[in-house]
């Protein structure tokens, strides 16, 4: 890692990093596994936010696309990942991650590290070759194991040991049976799965491909993206792991590091003006500083909400300038911006554009 004396601007940093996550140019829809590997996987927290990620980035999705890449190809896969949170993975990349998550700590409120490590052994034995609904798994993980407390943590519903054995490479979702929610391991779902990196191989590459995605960023950044917030200090390790991959640049009078290999290109980066709009829990927003310039500090609560819950953004040109909403009746699609700010007007025609999308994909008229 080293420091190349270059510097960009946030405005030319932005139109890059908008190109990579096909926010400029939208991927074809044979590409959505590959669009999904780009931007590090789609937040699943709430499955039609992460369809929604998808329809901003690629042009003419079928609606079924994710439903068919899921349960029909097996070409990506859910499961929970970055931030303990539920994320839609490559199938082809899922040894890598598997290596980076299992570093993450698996531990949760109540249980001491041995129970930690019981539960998932037993998660892992009882999903070899098997798929089991939540319940048939706290019944089985209770037989192996003789303790009902184990049974009772996997039927909480906060599902820290369900995360658990996630991060540990032993669990992922199957398809569901009605409203029945179903899981299986990742050998037993992927058979021939690709072979699962070393710790730090893994940590190496997710590094990579976040910075991929993501850069320029800084230490805080990526902490906040794979960890938590104020986590800077604990991911510097995994900047470190790069070693000459990694250099520093000045974006604008702030520190941050890039891969090499992007640097010409993220340099010669056109800067067109562009306007879109990204649902609830993009992986834009995810990945993004909550600071200036990507976020006006004023309007930080309005995106970053209580419990959790982040809201669908407009984007112009790579800043957050709003939030939005739509809800629908019968086939009608009404749609509700809310600048922040006045929108230059160009803005205009480019956000028609999104809703009439919007509509076609949701099969509505706007």
């Not at 044979?30 to 669009?35: G, I, L, P």
């Not at 531990?107 to 939540?134: C, H, M, N, W």
């Amino acid at each position: 890692m080293a420091s190349q004396g270059v510097r960009l601007s946030w405005q030319r940093a932005l139109a890059w990093r908008m190109a990579r996550h096909h926010l400029v140019g939208r991927a074809a829809p044979e590409d959505v596994v590959r669009v999904a590997g780009d931007v590090c996987g789609l937040h699943a927290q709430v499955m039609s936010s992460a369809e929604l990620s998808l329809w901003a980035r690629v042009e003419n999705l079928p609606r079924d696309a994710v439903g068919e890449a899921l349960w029909t190809h097996r070409s990506l896969v859910k499961l929970w990942a970055t931030r303990r949170t539920l994320h839609l993975l490559p199938a082809t990349e899922l040894g890598a991650w598997l290596a980076a998550l299992g570093t993450l700590s698996g531990g949760f409120s109540g249980a001491s590290p041995d129970d930690v490590k019981a539960i998932t052994a037993a998660v892992g034995e009882a999903l070899d070759g098997r798929t089991l609904t939540r319940e048939e798994l706290a019944l089985e993980v209770g037989r192996l194991t003789g303790s009902a407390e184990y049974a009772g943590w996997l039927r909480s519903s906060w599902g820290s040991a369900l995360k658990a054995a996630s991060l540990h490479g032993l669990l992922c979702f199957a398809q569901s049976d009605g409203a029945r929610v179903r899981f299986t391991s990742p050998a037993t779902w992927l058979p021939g799965s690709p072979r699962r990196l070393s710790p730090d191989d893994g940590l190496r590459e997710v590094t990579r491909r976040f910075l991929h995605a993501y850069g320029p960023a800084t230490a805080a950044d990526l902490g906040r993206w794979w960890m938590e917030a104020r986590s800077g200090r604990r991911v510097l390790p995994m900047l470190r792991t790069l070693g000459d991959e990694a250099v520093e640049v000045d974006v604008d009078g702030q520190p941050c590091w890039v891969l090499a290999a992007d640097l010409p290109d993220l340099a010669a980066a056109p800067v067109r003006d562009v306007a879109r709009l990204l649902p609830a829990f993009d992986p834009w927003v995810m990945g993004m500083a909550r600071r200036e310039p990507m976020i006006d500090p004023r309007y930080v609560g309005r995106v970053y909400r209580r419990q959790g819950w982040v809201s669908p953004v407009i984007l112009v040109n790579g800043r957050v300038a709003g939030v939005w909403r739509h809800r629908r009746a019968g086939r009608r699609l009404t749609v509700e911006l809310e600048p922040f700010e006045p929108l230059p007007a160009w803005t205009g025609r480019e956000l028609a554009a999104e809703t009439r999308r919007l509509a076609t994909f949701l099969d509505c008229e706007p």
